[in-house]
């Protein structure tokens, strides 16, 4: 009975070193998983980061982002009019046009055929370089400028006739004025 007793306190002390071991195994692994899940935030965190400052839309100073109809041709000569008149610019593709006249706020009655961005400001359809620049310059409390419409003789619309069309500026309730008439 003696040595039952004896191998059942062994077994106890053998049970409760087993024990402390495995508590300490667990806090070991906790430690390495823990401080290899931080690592992967870690890089998960500088990778986005980096990722979402190299593929800014709009947030770039200066550069005009303009959104665009891969097939639009007089997207393509506006782009080249703000070029020519010291912007620059920075075009972007776009299949769903309304998401991205949506998402910036343009009014249903200003909207034309392509969305540009520059600093805070919207510019909607053809309007001339000079009316940006001034824009840019005063620094004016609006959301944006607009073109409605693809008025013939604007910048990009160039052609065998030319017709008159206003300039409006709109705040981001959609009330918009006339600024400018050519």
């Known amino acids: 009975?003696?040595?039952?007793?004896?191998?059942?306190?062994?077994?106890?002390?053998?049970?409760?070193?087993?024990?402390?071991?495995?508590?300490?195994?667990?806090?070991?692994?906790?430690?390495?998983?823990?401080?290899?899940?931080?690592?992967i935030v870690l890089f998960i965190t500088m990778f986005t980061t980096a990722y979402n400052n190299n593929n800014q839309t709009y947030a770039e100073e200066g550069v005009i982002t303009v959104y665009k109809s891969p097939t639009c041709g007089c997207c393509k000569n506006w782009i080249s009019h703000l070029e020519d008149n010291g912007f620059k610019v920075k075009a972007i593709d776009s299949a769903n046009m309304?998401?991205?006249?949506?998402?910036?706020?343009?009014?249903?009655?200003?909207?034309?055929?392509?969305?540009?961005?520059?600093?805070?400001?919207?510019?909607?359809?053809?309007v001339p370089a000079a009316d940006i620049k001034k824009l840019l310059k005063e620094k004016r409390n609006v959301a944006g400028l607009a073109v409605p419409g693809m008025p013939m003789g604007s910048?990009?619309?160039?052609?065998?006739r030319i017709d008159k069309y206003s300039v409006y500026e709109f705040d981001k309730q959609g009330k918009a004025r006339v600024i400018n008439q050519y």
Do not use: W
């Not at 062994?10 to 070991?28: A, H």
């Not at 909207?111 to 961005?117: G, L």
């Not at 910048?155 to 065998?160: A, L, S, T, V, Y």
């Open 155 to 160: 910048p990009g619309m160039e052609g065998n």
């Open 1 to 39: 009975m003696a040595i039952i007793k004896e191998k059942s306190a062994v077994s106890k002390k053998q049970s409760t070193k087993n024990q402390k071991e495995k508590r300490k195994y667990k806090k070991e692994n906790l430690f390495v998983y823990s401080f290899y899940s931080a690592l």
């Open 98 to 126: 309304s998401l991205i006249k949506d998402k910036n706020g343009v009014p249903s009655g200003a909207r034309s055929c392509h969305t540009a961005v520059i600093n805070d400001y919207v510019i909607e359809g053809h």
